[in-house]
Each structure stands twice: as structure tokens, then as C-alpha cells.
């Protein structure tokens, strides 16, 4: 049975902010992203989870990354990435932390390296996207390491991958259903009413967003987003739910002031203003 995503569904599932949090309380977000040509899928991303009321934003980027990241987001955090030997010195073990991993990463030995490391030795939620997705589709004996706090956002195309076969919009559904049964991950087929799969079983359609998300970043955002609420102690299946709603809201708030057409990625993470996540 699918479930559509609807507000009062929502509102009766949002948490309020504890008028006595601190920035480590409403939780820290780590982002390894971009690379170069694709610095601003991390900046995106950052920008994104911290607009989304997480406390903290560290972006593991590379040292090309810097300038951009501080002329555009002085509030984001940095550590330059050098490979698997920068998480492992990381402090992966905070109580309310959640990770991104893969948007404009690139697909060299390293990165793969990194996906590794951290499917087999980080159990804070992890959004796993873009170019992570398909790492991970490269590696199907690492399939076996995932878990209900791995968050993995396809399009179809990258759903292709991950299943092994080319799907459509009519086969997507039937194959990550068949794909959440085998790993019990939270799993986001994007698309025009974007289909959540949770680990519990469920189906859930969602009912705000519009074409005016086809844009370059939209899913940067999105994962932002989700990990933002998972850092906020939203369990994974819960956080990956609101954050594909809020995210499809942001696109339908500006439509109703602007143009779907003029719609670029930073407007989305701008929308988040006017929401009370």
C-alpha cells in the first residue's frame, strides 16, 4: 500500500526545537563532496543542511573547494580531503551527527575508498548520493554492509545501476521495493512524486514539488536536507520522509511567487526560510 505524504501527516510528525539546545544538540552534519569542476554540489549541500536547523556543517572538501566555501558560506566548517585517512581521524562518534557522501565526489579509487571506510565503520546516518550511488553500484559486494541508517537517494537512472537493469518510470517502484526487501535502507526514487521506501516496509508517495526542480543541485538540496533532519534525531526512514516534503514545498513556494522556468537550486534552500521545519 502507498501512503502520500500530505501536511497535517507532517505537522504531526515535526519536532519542536528545544528552547534550551545548543549547536551540538540540534546536530552536526558532515558533508564529503565535490570535486574539481564540482565545488558547488558541496556548497549547495552545506548550505542546504544548515538552512535545514542543524547546528554544525563540516564540509570535506578539496583544498580548490576553500575560497568558494568561505566567500559563499563563512558559517560552514572545512576539512580538506585527502582520502580514507581524514575519516579515520574524524570524530564520526558525536551523539547527533549524520552524514552526505557522494554529491560531485567523482568516482576515483579514493572516493570509492572513502564509501568503504564508512559503510563498514560509521553507523550515524548516512545519505548516500550522485556520484556515491554509483561507487556503490560498482561495488554490489558491499550491498551486503548496508543498513537501516544508510539513506540512498536514486534517480532512475541511478537506480539502473544499483539494480542492474534499466528501469522506468513504471518498473522503478516494483524494483526498489524488491531492493529495500533485500537491504534494509531508506531509499528515495526521484522523480515527479518522488517514492519513499523505508526500511520498515512502507511506501510513501509524496505530494509537494514540481518540474521546476528539474534543475542542476535540486538533489544536492535534498540531501542536505535529509541529513540535516537526521542530525536533529529524526530517525532515518522519518528524517528521509520530511525532507523529501520539505524539500518538494520549497520548489511549490517559489512557483507560487515566481516562475517554475527561473527556478535554480539556491532558490530551494532560500524557500526553507519561509518553513517551519
Not at 566567500?71 to 552524514?99: C, D, F, R
Not at 534517480?155 to 526498489?176: F, I, P, Q, W
Request: proline letters at 3%; charged letters at 20%; one cysteine or more.
Amino acid at each position: 500500500m502507498v501512503t502520500v505524504l500530505q501536511e497535517d501527516w507532517v505537522q504531526s510528525h515535526r519536532k519542536e526545537r528545544a528552547l534550551d539546545g545548543h549547536k551540538r544538540s540540534f546536530g552536526h552534519v558532515w558533508v564529503i563532496a565535490g570535486s574539481e569542476g564540482t565545488i558547488g554540489a558541496s556548497l549547495l549541500c552545506s548550505r542546504a543542511a544548515l538552512r535545514a536547523g542543524c547546528g554544525l556543517v563540516t564540509a570535506i572538501i578539496p583544498k580548490e573547494g576553500v575560497t568558494p566555501l568561505l566567500a559563499n558560506s563563512p558559517e560552514i566548517m572545512y576539512e580538506i580531503n585527502e582520502g580514507k585517512s581524514v575519516l579515520e581521524n574524524l570524530t564520526w562518534q558525536e551523539e547527533h551527527s549524520a552524514i552526505v557522501f557522494g554529491p560531485g565526489l567523482g568516482l576515483s579509487e579514493s572516493a570509492a575508498e572513502e564509501l568503504q571506510y564508512l559503510l563498514e565503520h560509521v553507523k550515524s546516518p548516512t545519505v548516500i548520493d550522485a556520484d556515491g550511488l554509483t561507487l556503490l553500484a560498482q561495488h554490489p559486494e558491499w550491498y551486503a554492509l548496508l543498513r537501516e541508517n544508510h539513506i540512498l537517494t536514486p534517480h532512475l537512472g541511478e537506480l539502473s545501476r544499483l539494480v542492474g537493469k534499466t528501469v522506468d518510470a513504471e518498473s522503478a517502484l516494483e524494483e526498489a521495493q524488491k531492493f529495500v526487501q533485500h537491504y534494509p535502507v531508506q531509499l528515495v526514487v526521484k522523480g515527479k512524486n518522488s517514492h519513499i521506501f523505508t526500511s520498515d516496509a512502507k511506501v510513501w508517495m509524496n505530494s509537494t514539488g514540481n518540474d521546476g526542480m528539474a534543475t542542476a543541485g535540486s538533489g544536492d538540496v535534498l540531501a542536505g536536507i535529509i541529513a540535516s533532519l537526521a542530525a536533529q534525531s529524526y530517525a532515518p526512514g522519518l528524517a528521509t520522509c520530511l525532507g523529501v516534503y520539505y524539500h518538494g514545498l520549497a520548489g511549490d513556494l517559489y512557483a507560487s511567487t515566481h516562475s517554475k522556468s527561473s527556478l535554480i537550486a539556491g532558490d530551494l534552500i532560500e524557500m526553507l526560510k519561509e518553513i517551519n521545519l
